[in-house]
């Protein structure tokens, strides 16, 4: 008799402990085991062999993370947003497969006890409170569903409801998270897992509360209100708790309906995706760090809506300018300086003799190039597989480079909104001069293209307001 799978919402620390441990040991062992393998062989042996395990190590934490349901789960899926181009060919379609897999493998739970949630938290019966309630979620999110129903003063809604006891879960896994965050910096050996792991438990802790996500998407929606091609949903307020969302109903095409459109479409709707989250982030300094493509539709009248602001950030003038000023000088190939003003920032000891600063630059230009470049790039699996490389991975020609240096705890969430964007593009593989699209708002250039021109009306020709 097949044994049924396990479905439930594992909510105890020591249970949870158990499944990371036992991951972080195993891959431990194996580590330990490669080391030694690697003295007997030659440089290309042990090149093949680190890419190997490095691919077998992803694919296992991918798993395990996945089944977690909680703050691990959001890890994984985190990771799966990530185009797979930068394990070795051979895991390719393994890797891709669970990826696929870990995005759509939210847990679904009965509208029974959904409504419990929804009925609990907005303090009345559905059928009361809604006009009209499809009790089937039209999507999952790691953390709760997605439903659409109707108001009695008739607008279709989209109401989120976070799942029972995924607040629980995703708190055990946050006690959790150093642990969790080793294994992770086995994938990023570069990383400061202390950091990183403050950044996650916010953001983490932010996305529990779906009071917090409504105000963040309120400030979105100000920002971006009468865009010419982006639009942030309005939240009914009225209606929104913890742990119930209800927002403004959007229809449009999904991203893979998106993916099979003509490529003068995916470019176009590649640059509205780069203007939104590049330009949140250096415009207003209000970005949102979760550039998943099932967040985004594209509405019948040719804009784009973006939807789901559970994981933001704000980052005030002083930190923007300053990384400004970093592209600024990494453009213009100032190798000193760009040196001096990435130790200011926190990315380095600017006294390491280990960290020259022409190396500094061709590490720096090399990540940032398809943007930094005055020409058009297509943005393809290959290159995006470079960058990744060239970000965090013992591939990348920079390795020695990387791994003395980290990342800021402020630059965090926005380095990964930069791969995650970048990633969407290559899926895309949309082409556009990204660089004097991205000088429109690093430095006030004019306008680059027909959007930019659109947009520049909008925005008042000139740079945005000073970031919160």
């Given amino acids: 008799m097949a044994r049924e799978k396990d479905t439930s919402i594992p909510t105890g620390r020591i249970r949870r402990t158990a499944k990371v441990a036992g991951l972080a040991g195993g891959q431990t062992a194996r580590n330990y085991a490669t080391r030694a393998t690697n003295l007997g062989r030659g440089q290309e042996g042990r090149h093949r062999a680190a890419s190997r395990r490095q691919a077998e190590a992803a694919e296992q934490i991918l798993e395990v993370l996945g089944n977690m349901k909680g703050a691990a789960m959001k890890a994984g899926q985190v990771a799966s947003f990530i185009d797979t181009g930068a394990f070795p060919e051979e895991f390719q379609e393994r890797i891709q497969a669970k990826l696929v897999q870990l995005r759509d493998s939210a847990p679904r739970v009965s509208f029974k006890d959904m409504r419990k949630v929804v009925e609990s938290e907005l303090d009345g019966p559905v059928g009361e409170v809604f ?36 607040a629980q879960a995703v708190r055990s896994d946050l006690q959790n998270l150093g642990m969790i965050m080793r294994v992770a910096k086995r994938i990023a050996p570069g990383m400061d897992a202390k950091a990183m792991t403050k950044e996650i438990r916010e953001r983490l802790s932010d996305e529990l509360d779906y009071e917090q996500e409504a105000q963040a998407q309120r400030a979105f929606a100000r920002a971006w209100r009468g865009h010419p091609f982006v639009v942030i949903p309005d939240v009914v307020t009225s209606l929104s708790r913890e742990r119930v969302l209800v927002t403004e109903w959007v229809d449009g095409l999904g991203f893979e309906e998106v993916k099979r459109l003509p490529q003068a479409d ?23 760090g979760d550039p998943h493509p099932g967040n985004f539709k ?95 991975d013992p591939r990348s020609d920079h390795w020695q480079l990387m791994k003395r240096q980290t990342i800021p705890a402020d630059a965090i969430l926005a380095s990964r909104m930069q791969a995650l964007t970048l990633g969407v593009l290559g899926q895309l593989t949309a082409t556009a001069n990204w660089h004097r699209i991205s000088c429109e708002w690093l430095f006030g250039d004019p306008p680059a293209t027909s959007l930019g021109e659109q947009e520049a009306v909008f925005f008042g020709s000139g740079r945005a307001p000073a970031a919160a």
């Fill in 131 to 166: 006009a009209s309630f499809d009790e089937q979620a039209v999507a999952a999110a790691s953390i709760g569903q997605v439903y659409r129903a109707t108001l009695h003063d008739g607008r279709e809604v989209a109401v989120k409801v976070q799942y029972p006891g995924v």
């Fill in 266 to 288: 995916r470019d176009r709707f590649g640059e509205i995706v780069f203007r939104f989250f590049f330009g949140s982030l250096y415009r207003h300094g209000h970005f949102s």
């Fill in 298 to 392: 594209l509405m019948d009248d040719g804009r784009v809506a973006f939807l789901d602001f559970g994981m933001t950030k704000k980052l005030g003038r002083e930190r923007l300018d300053a990384e400004i000023e970093a592209l600024r000088l990494g453009m213009a190939a100032d190798e000193d300086g760009l040196h001096a003003q990435l130790a200011r920032m926190g990315f380095f000891d600017a006294a390491d003799p280990e960290l020259a600063p022409d190396a500094v630059l061709r590490h720096f230009r090399d990540v940032i190039h398809w943007y930094s470049e005055d020409e058009e790039i297509t943005v393809d699996r290959e290159l995006v597989a470079q960058v990744l490389i060239d970000f965090g």
